[in-house]
C-alpha cells in the first residue's frame, strides 16, 4: 500500500542473459554522478555504486529537474562513511528504452550544483538542457531540496514549515496549504501531532527529532504490527542522520491511514499517528487506546529495544518498504531493483 517516499524499487526477479550493465559511481568526485548519463537498452542494467557523504537517486522531469516526479522514485538518503571500503548499491533495470529517465540528488543544495543523471536522454543537448535547468535554480531555494550539505554519513536538513493550524486535544492538524509536519520523537515516544487531516495531494513530512524511530504502516485492527505491503521508513537514528524527514503525498482523503513507531515497546506506549481517522467509531483515539493495549509487536525485528541504548543502535533498516499499489511513490519503473 503505502510506498513512501522515497524510489518504490520493485525486484526484477528475471534479467535477460544479453542485458548489458552499466556501474555509476554517485559522489565519488565531488557532487557528481559518473558517468552523468548512460544509452541503455530495454533490459539493461544501472547499478548506482553510493560513495562518501549522503545522496540520493530520485527521479524528476527535464522541465523540473531537483522535484520529485509524482509517483516517481526516490531511494532515500544513502549514507557512507568516509572511510567505507565497500559501497551500498542501487540497482535499475530499464524498462523502455524510448522514454528518458531523469534523476538527481535532493540532499542540499546538490542538484542546483549539477548533481544530475539520465537514461536515453536522447542528445546530448538534452543533457545539456537538463544540466542547465537545475544549475539555473541555484539562485532560489527548491522546494524540494531543503538539506543542507551533510557531513560524511549524515543528513542534514532544515526545520521545514510549521503547520497552518493545530486544534482538539489530540493535537489535531489541518492545512490549508500543502504541507503537514508531524515531529517524530519530539519530547518523548509521540508523534506531534499524534493526528491529522489532510487532502489528497496534501504533502505530509515527517520530521525525525530524537532517538531511533520509525514511520510504519498498520492497520486500525492491528495497530503495533506492520501491515503486509504496506510502508515502512525504517529505523532513523537522529544521531547519525542528524533529523532527516520521511516525506509522501497523500494519495486518497477518503480512507483513514494508520501508523506507528516499531521501536521496542513504543507502539504499547501510544506512539502511533493517524490520517484522516473519522470523527465515530474507528476515531484516532480508539486506535491509540488499541495500540496501548497490545501486547506485542509482531515484526520480528524488535525483541528488545535498542532505543534504550544510544540512537542508532536498533536494527536498522536502510531502505523503504515497496508497495504495489496505494500511496505515494508506488514506482512507475516496475523494473527497478534494490
Known sequence: MLAFSRFALVSSLVASAFAAEFTVKVGADGLAFTPNQVTAAAGDVVIFEF??????LTQS??????????????????PVAADAT??????????????????????GNHCTSGMVFAINPGSQAKMDTFIANAKGLAAGTPATSSSTTAAPGTTSTV???????????????????????IEVGN??????????????GDTIIFHFAAGNHTVTQSTFAAPCTPMSGG?????????????????????????????????????????VFSLNAPATGNTADAFKAAAMGSATTTDGTN?????????????????????????????VLAGLLL
Request: glycine share 12%; proline share 10%; charged share 10%.
Open 51 to 56: 560513495h562518501a557523504k549522503n545522496h540520493t
Open 61 to 78: 522531469t527535464l522541465a523540473a529537474p531537483c522535484s520529485p516526479v509524482a509517483g516517481g522514485g526516490d531511494s532515500g538518503f544513502v
Open 86 to 107: 565497500t559501497f551500498p548499491t542501487k540497482r535499475l533495470t530499464v524498462p523502455d528504452a524510448t522514454t528518458p529517465l531523469w534523476f538527481y540528488c535532493k540532499q
Open 159 to 181: 526545520a521545514p514549515a510549521t503547520p497552518t493550524a493545530s486544534t482538539g486535544t489530540g493535537g489535531t492538524t489541518t492545512t490549508t496549504g500543502s504541507q503537514i509536519v
Open 187 to 200: 519530547g518523548g515516544l509521540t508523534f506531534t501531532p499524534d493526528r491529522a487531516t489532510a487532502k489528497k
Open 231 to 271: 510502508a515502512d521508513s525504517g529505523f532513523m537514528p537522529v544521531a547519525q542522520l542528524a533529523n532527516p524527514n520521511f516525506t509522501f503525498v497523500v494519495p486518497d482523503d477518503t480512507k483513514p491511514l494508520w501508523m506507528f513507531c516499531k521501536q521496542g515497546k513504543h507502539c504499547q506506549s501510544g506512539m
Open 303 to 331: 525483541a528488545t529495544d535498542p532505543n534504550a541504548a544510544a540512537p542508532g543502535t536498533g536494527a536498522a533498516s536502510p531502505r523503504f518498504a515497496a508497495g504495489v499499489s496505494g500511496l505515494l511513490f508506488a514506482s
